[in-house]
């Protein structure tokens, strides 16, 4: 992975397809690892984490992946710069590949390929390193959904097996796609092919021995605990599955109890969550209603909230000491604009949910 | 104020537009002897919308056309250069919230880090006015289909 960060930093165009012989953990540049990496696991597994020089999330790479990492001078013609019209312009070649390899794909901006059902079969990032457009890619030969999973630090480990779970269902390989997998070797070629349509023949050279020595330096310094740990200004309240599809698990900490969602956002709606508390409940069948009623559901504090308020109101629900905003927030992760105060409803016995008006 | 397809160049900031090391920044100076810096707008529509910001530490010294920040837009990743050599002293703490304000506004509070120069006498000169940094874009901004959204 470091070697099209050196070919970049030396100003060296090209195009570099390669396997890893290894599972490793590759963060995205700004992650936060502290939130998002399970070290104990890696640790005890030897999944080495590094961090990369590109845009996106963490991802799990290793054998059975194959990559493409595309260095491009800035102000070559041939690179568009909006930074969409390079990813719509360099996405044909994988693009063209899947097809040619008997799997019908698409694009799905911005950096998405698809499969016919709707499964994610590749991803890719991009970035400016010095004087270099970088962009990058992966033909996924085959993907250990249940490994990754198992790498991802979560909120609570019931959320792992909804995590694993979500992935297999809206991620594909091509072991998945086809009776028979081609051979690296031929995938390599074809990929190869497909951006020599797109940019022009390119010619196969050894690497030159500084371009090694760089990434050599480069590994050091991006598994170093200093680029790891580094401080980003990234907040994670989401998984991001593929475009469109996202994972939260959220836990909002009251004195009087504990709320633990799981949630499933498509296309910025709530398509499912599940809603685990501590707290004493009334009516028992809220938690069901809670979460059929949000189905559907914006997905932002307000709109939440509204919903919770309504729902809850209307059945008339007791719950000790939590409130539709606080409920919110574990499903959210983050108040949109200011929600007021909700005061419990005197007539009931203990504290209670609002009436209309409150 | 100058503009090229919707892209503006607001009247009293300084430019510095070099297409081959990818500077298309702006620099105003304060009444303390620093500059904020920020993108332009051009850069940042062909950003695309910011979904982070990490500024470089304060107190740095960071040359003309290094980076003083690295910013983040669907899965792309890249420096925001500054137009003056000098010291980071102010870093955006509103912009790590709301990173898309370098975008909606470039030229208001989506601004990158404040510098105190080091070598303005040397490197003012070589700054643009609003005018000449339209003109110099126009051709760039035409060749490369590039349209600002309306502000």
């Known amino acids: 992975m470091t070697v099209f960060h050196a ?163 809206n991620l594909s390989w091509l072991a998945r796609e086809l009776e028979e997998v081609p051979k690296p070797g031929s995938i390599a070629s074809l990929i190869q092919e497909e951006f020599a349509s797109i940019l022009g023949p390119f010619e196969k050279k050894e690497l030159p021995a500084d371009v090694w020595k760089l990434a050599d330096e480069l590994a050091e310094e991006l598994t170093s605990k200093e680029i790891i740990f580094m401080e980003t200004s990234r907040r994670h309240s989401m998984i991001k599955v593929k475009e469109g599809t996202y994972l939260r698990c959220g836990v909002y900490e009251t004195p009087k109890g504990r709320v633990l969602a799981e949630v499933e956002i498509d296309e910025g709606r709530i398509k499912k969550v599940v809603l685990a508390l501590d707290a004493t409940i009334s009516p028992k069948y809220l938690l069901r209603s809670l979460s059929m009623k949000l189905r559907g559901v914006k997905f932002d504090f307000h709109s939440v909230a509204e919903r919770l308020k309504k729902v809850m109101r209307s059945d008339q629900a007791r719950c000790r000491g939590m409130r539709p905003e606080e409920l919110a927030f574990a499903i959210v992760g983050e108040r949109n604009g200011h929600y007021g105060k909700i005061r419990c409803n005197p007539r009931l016995s203990g504290p209670s949910l609002p009436h209309a008006g409150a | 104020m100058a503009q090229v397809n919707g892209c503006q160049f607001p009247d009293g900031l300084l430019y510095a537009i070099v297409e081959a090391k990818n500077v298309f920044v702006w620099a105003n100076e304060n009444s303390d002897e620093t500059f904020t810096i920020g993108m332009v707008s051009v850069a940042a529509a062909f950003a695309g919308t910011l979904v982070s910001y990490t500024p470089k530490k304060t107190g740095r010294v960071i040359a003309r056309f290094q980076s003083v920040a690295v910013v983040e837009s669907s899965k792309w990743v890249g420096p925001v250069p500054t137009p003056l050599t000098g010291e980071l002293v102010e870093s955006n703490d509103e912009l790590r919230k709301t990173p898309s304000l370098a975008s909606s506004e470039p030229y208001g509070r989506g601004w990158i880090a404040k510098i105190k120069p080091s070598n303005l006498q040397a490197e003012r000169e070589s700054l643009l006015s609003a005018e000449q940094a339209a003109n110099l874009m126009k051709g760039f901004i035409d060749r490369k289909n590039i349209v600002c959204p309306n502000p």
């Open chain 1, 7 to 169: 070919l970049a930093r030396l100003g060296i165009e090209g195009l570099v397809v390669v396997e890893p012989d290894q599972q490793f953990l590759c963060l995205g540049f700004f992650d936060d690892a502290k939130q998002v990496v399970d070290f104990d696991f890696c640790a005890a597994e030897n999944i080495p984490v590094m961090r990369r020089e590109l845009g996106g999330g963490l991802v799990l790479l290793g054998p059975g992946q194959i990559f493409y990492q595309l260095v491009i001078k800035r102000g070559d013609p041939r690179l568009p710069v909006p930074i969409a019209d390079a990813y719509r312009k360099f996405s044909q070649a994988p693009l063209r590949a899947y097809k040619r390899l008997g799997v019908e794909v698409s694009y799905r901006p911005v950096n998405d390929i698809v499969t016919a059902q709707g499964r994610k079969i590749s991803g890719q990032g991009a970035a400016d390193i010095d004087r270099c457009f970088v962009f990058v890619g992966n033909i996924l030969c085959e993907f250990n959904v249940k490994l990754w999973s198992r790498s991802m630090k979560v909120c609570d480990e019931r959320f792992r097996a909804k995590l694993a779970n979500t992935m297999e269902q």
